[in-house]
Nanobody, 126 residues
């Protein structure tokens, strides 16, 4: 069992930056593939980025490539999402997700993750 708590959201102007954090409780954090999803106003929840259990490999949706960076510190049971050059269309509730997985496969759908945080709001003003 893993509990996830996101933090770091807020209001930022277009072009600005934010860093989201997701703290995990429970053991074996390093055995989990971690991901960030987001849900904008009136939209479905969508995949943003994922990172392998050891932090070596990452995967991004095209719309955030070059602007967002996912990373993790297994010693701190924490995963991060550094968001730069933010745009108004990045406005959403951002969710952290986890699945216990050592494979090299990437997973982009909600049903493929077992644990979720409560979300943190990111608002980008124009």
């Amino acid at each position: 069992q893993v509990q996830l708590v996101e933090s770091g959201g807020g209001l930022v102007q277009a072009g600005g930056s934010l860093r989201l954090s997701c703290a995990a409780s429970g053991r074996s954090f390093s055995s989990y593939k971690m991901a960030w999803f987001r849900q904008g106003p009136g939209k479905e929840r969508e995949f943003v980025a994922a990172i392998s259990w050891n932090g070596v490999s990452t995967y991004y949706v095209d719309s955030v490539k070059g602007r967002f960076t996912i990373s993790r510190e297994n010693a701190k049971n924490t995963v991060y999402l550094q968001m730069n050059s933010l745009k108004p269309e990045d406005t959403a509730v951002y969710y952290c997700a986890a699945r216990q997985d050592y494979s090299s496969s990437w997973f982009r759908t909600i049903s493929q993750y077992d644990y979720w945080g409560q979300g943190t709001q990111v608002t980008v003003s124009s």
